[in-house]
């Protein structure tokens, strides 16, 4: 048997709630994640819980996966408290807080000739990240290389976007594009970037291995970025749209360069 907290005061409550705070759980090296699905995916990707807290009506969640949690300080609230811990509209009654994943120092190659990576240059909205990681998951992508002024990756609304993705593909931070851009040309990876005066993308104008940037949603890639890159492509648009967001044109680049895999 757990006590139930019904006390919005008590410590514990105001300890999950203030760490549901993107910015104070980072400064503590975690993650506040909400919702059975992403804790679970969360748990079976190896990831450290330190603490666990459910609604009452979820306290079997602690039983399922007691064995994940047999270190971690487990905390079961009131409905109400629940409520006041997480931001959803409809809580599911389950949320966890647990060490922060590392994000990769060092770009991996699998030098196998399917090699796809995307690199995100100072993209902000958590929305387009968690889409592009399920992405680069979907597609088995080697990696997702992001530059410094990306958004956090664990950002909640990236975490949610990702429908937990950002667990199974390797997450990289660079300084700046360059530091990828030196890597790519010494692993003989080709680098592409969209711009308008490009070739139209097809999979006979592409190849793997190969890694595609996406900038900034209001000022897209640089031009040192667009200049220094291999490839110029673009998404040819017969509609009224004078433009795509990041996560699709990085869906349509993504989907062409799988199809173009040996």
């Given at each position: ?10 410590q514990k ?84 807080v647990v ?81 990828a851009l ?81």
């Amino acid at each position: 048997m757990y006590e139930v907290i019904r006390s919005k005061d008590n410590q514990k409550v105001k300890r999950l709630t203030a760490l549901h705070d993107r910015r104070k759980a980072s400064k503590e090296g975690l993650v506040f994640i909400e919702g059975v699905r992403l804790c679970e995916d969360a748990l079976k990707s190896q990831c450290v819980p330190s603490m666990v807290c459910v609604s009452e009506k979820q306290v079997s969640f602690l039983d399922k996966y007691a064995d994940a949690f047999e270190h971690a300080e487990k905390v079961v609230v009131s409905q109400e408290c629940f409520a006041k811990i997480c931001s959803t509209v409809n809580p599911q009654g389950v949320a966890m807080v647990v060490q922060e994943p590392d994000l990769g120092a060092e770009i991996p190659f699998r030098d196998n000739g399917n090699d796809i990576y995307v690199v995100l240059e100072a993209l902000q909205d958590p929305g387009n990240m968690g889409t592009i990681i399920r992405l680069a998951d979907a597609l088995d992508f080697t990696a997702v290389v992001m530059t410094s002024g990306c958004v956090d990756p664990y950002n909640e609304k990236v975490l949610r976007s990702s429908m937990g993705s950002v667990w199974h593909v390797p997450l990289i931070k660079v300084d700046d594009a360059r530091e990828a851009l030196d890597f790519f040309a010494a692993k003989a990876v080709t680098t592409m970037a969209m711009e308008l005066n490009g070739e139209i993308l097809t999979t006979d104008v592409v190849r793997t291995p190969a890694a595609y940037f996406i900038g900034n949603e209001g000022n897209g890639l640089t031009s040192e970025t667009i200049n220094s890159c291999d490839l110029k492509v673009k998404i040819p648009m017969p509609g009224k749209a004078e433009s795509l967001n990041a996560a699709s044109a990085a869906s349509i680049m993504g989907y062409t360069l799988h199809c173009a895999r040996k």
